[in-house]
């Protein structure tokens, strides 16, 4: 298996430098946290030779600095690094795993769409000889994919829509005894996690894309949708990518937001990373992707349980 791992790591490297992409390293200790509110930060104390101590965080994924390095330089890309995420635990998830992350400018969706089908096509023939896997006891070829819009599939497999509340709320209740009305964000995550998520990519690497803007992230709004979208096989998620925001006041209103949800859900005070924001200010569009290394090992290897792809477990 070790073996089969390295052919994928280099599959995945040859295919950025042929693109022209510069592989990079950031700081995995981070003075900022990420500000999502259904991501953990792992915190750690460390002390220089003076003794001066200082509280830093594992960073969660390497997206702020990758940005930073992106806004400096204006060059395409990539990372592979571990990252951590605290209370994780299941099939298909760890609190530590490995990350691919990347970044391409002047690029839209539609572009890290192709990059993540070559991707998947590219480490497929490193193990195989052929953009092809058996997974889960289905055949999957990489060479054909599907694209549906979130609007498309709430309607396919929940016959609602997202901009719909009311419809979601009469889905949720005759699923699952609704006794109360709950707010529309859980509505909309409840929906997506239970009963849209597990349909997708059953037959085809699968993207779904253009969500309701209260998810967009940090991705940009147009037409009053979040640019960004997720990929998927049998099922599991495997890649986020987002048509990059960029306006900074933007940004800190979202930010900001953030770190007031962070709060009221943890008691804790957050600070928001403004060298970030700022920088922002010196860079054209672009677009960014994260793929999920161990996830992905699942996919070629034919795993159902990520600790099958894992060299060691904290958690015996």
Same mark, same amino acid.
């Given at each position: 298996? /070790?073996?089969?791992k ?24 981070q ?7 259904? /991501? ?5 104390k ?11 965080f594992?960073h ?7 940005k ?14 571990k990252?951590f995420?605290n209370?994780?635990g299941?099939?298909?998830h760890?609190?530590?795993f ?7 400018l ?11 089908q070559n ?6 023939i490193?193990?195989y000889k052929?953009?092809v896997?058996?997974?889960?006891g289905?055949?999957f070829?990489?060479?054909?994919v599907?694209?549906i $819009? ?9 016959n ?9 709320? $009469?889905?949720?209740r005759a ?6 009305d709950?707010?529309?964000k ?5 929906i ?5 998520e ?6 085809n ?6 969500y ?7 991705a940009?709004v ?18 986020n ?7 900074t006041?933007?940004?800190? =209103? ?5 770190a007031?949800?962070?709060y ?14 700022? $920088? ?10 994260s ?22 477990e904290?958690f =015996?």
């Amino acid at each position: 298996m /070790i073996q089969e791992k390295a052919k994928v790591l280099k599959a995945i490297r040859d295919y950025f430098d042929k693109t022209g992409a510069i592989e990079v390293i950031t700081n995995i200790l981070q003075e900022y946290p990420n500000l999502d509110s259904n /991501i953990y930060p792992l915190k750690v104390k460390a002390a220089d030779q003076t003794g001066l101590e200082k509280e830093f965080f594992l960073h969660t994924s390497p997206e702020f600095a990758m940005k930073k390095l992106v806004s400096r330089y204006k060059k395409d890309i990539y990372q592979i690094t571990k990252v951590f995420r605290n209370f994780e635990g299941s099939k298909k998830h760890r609190i530590e795993f490995t990350m691919l992350e990347w970044y391409r400018l002047n690029s839209n969706l539609d572009d890290l769409m192709d990059d993540t089908q070559n991707i998947f096509m590219e480490t497929a023939i490193s193990l195989y000889k052929k953009p092809v896997v058996y997974f889960n006891g289905k055949t999957f070829d990489f060479r054909k994919v599907e694209k549906i $819009s979130v609007n498309e599939a709430f309607h396919k497999f929940t016959n609602t829509y997202p901009d719909d509340y009311n419809s979601m709320l $009469s889905f949720l209740r005759a699923k699952e005894n609704l006794k109360k009305d709950i707010d529309y964000k859980e509505a909309f995550f409840r929906i997506y996690a239970f009963y849209v998520e597990p349909n997708l990519g059953k037959e085809n690497l699968t993207f779904i894309y253009d969500y309701p803007p209260e998810f967009a992230a940090l991705a940009k709004v147009e037409k009053g949708r979040g640019k960004r979208f997720e990929a998927y096989v049998d099922g599991i998620e495997l890649v986020n990518g987002y048509y990059e925001l960029t306006d900074t006041k933007e940004l800190e =209103r979202v930010l900001t937001q953030d770190a007031k949800e962070k709060y009221k859900e943890t008691g804790e005070v957050f600070q928001i990373d403004y060298e970030f924001i700022d $920088s922002m200010k010196n860079i054209p569009d672009f677009s960014g992707a994260s793929l999920g290394i161990e996830r992905l090992f699942m996919i070629l290897l034919n795993k159902q349980d990520i600790k099958e792809v894992l060299d060691f477990e904290l958690f =015996r």
